[in-house]
């Protein structure tokens, strides 16, 4: 078996990295995919949260690296899915800690028993995004219709684009918000997709169960009413090769629903 | 009664009026970005822009006269490649005893320059040659002294 490794990346922070990592990670291990997620961001760890693994922690990255311990050894496999796995951060390290070239022999090593290796990429562009590519045959780019997360997201690819190993690289666009796309105070997909001229492998609407999904360490992809779930399961799918279309997110279901768009809709026209 | 329609029609004019004026913020946001995302990309900054601009016009007015003011050069994305675009106002194309006379002054003010730059050109060349002959000069002495202390070693 050999994994496909790809590095999940964004420029800029906040912009919902470590959220996307967990979310498809878990959504290709619930589709029966054997999945390890490597953070990457040393001496900032957060996956280990999302996941709601931050107590189950013994040996992390450095603790392979420095050889306290086997690669096997340092995987936490997660509470509800046991095709899934972290390599975790060491928190009190900084970026140092591990080279491009043991990062890129832990994936190698890695490939042998998972399908997919998913790596948690730290902002910026130093050598915590070098060390986090090295490995890696493709890339995720996640961005915003913000103006500097689409500025960081250009860099990125123009970054990724000067990279050997990188084969292919696809545009995640995050935090999207439809209802201020139509009142035109946000950018489009569209708009982004055309300033970046990248593939699109996801559209992620905006949605406060992220907050509780989180604060719970609990991925919203294993709620199944979510819209945002919804959307990371479709990038999952479409990963593994299937042909998703994608979420129309100003899909308006009941009487209430509409009652209400058609009233902001006169309160819009009458400013 | 007259008074309120007179009033309620500007009211609506003045609300169509300020809603074709007015750019949305999201397209303020795509314009802002493509600017930004084009000198980031080229590593063109503004200054070389104008600079490339004032010897665009002074090019271009050999053949038309134009709206200097008005020129714009932009970058403009189309798909994957980048363009420079050159929007010109021409006002009148010159005609041809205009454009001969501009030539004719061109080249007596390029024969002048030529000269001088010949001149400047040679003596530029002449220094560096110098500063080479030095260092060479320098280089040999360093590795005689070199050899000097490998021998007293």
Redesign the interface.
Known sequence: MSGRVIVITSGKGGVGKTTTNANIGTALARAGKKVVMIDTDLGLRNLDLLLGLENRIVYTIVDVVEERCKLRQALVKDKKNPNLCLLAAAQTRDKTAVTEEQLKKICEELQKDFDFILVDCPAGIEQGFQNAVAGASEAIVVTTPEMSAVRDADRIIGLLEAKEEIKSYKLLLNRVRPNLIKSNDMMSVEDVVEILSADLIGIIPEDTGIITSTNKGDPIVNDDNSLAGKAYNNVARRIMGEDVPFLNLEEDTGVFAKVKKFFSGLMGKEK | MKDIFQDLFNKVFGFFRQAEKEE????T??N???V??MQ??TNLTPELLEKMRGELIELLSKYVEMDKDALELNFE?E??QMALMLSIPVLRAKDEDEIEDAEAEDEASENNEDEAGENQDEEQVSQEEEIQEEESESEKQESNTNSKQNKSK
Request: hydrophobic share 40%; net charge positive.
């Open positions: 949305n913020a999201k397209d946001a795509v802002r970005l493509r930004v995302l980031d990309r994305q798909g994957n």
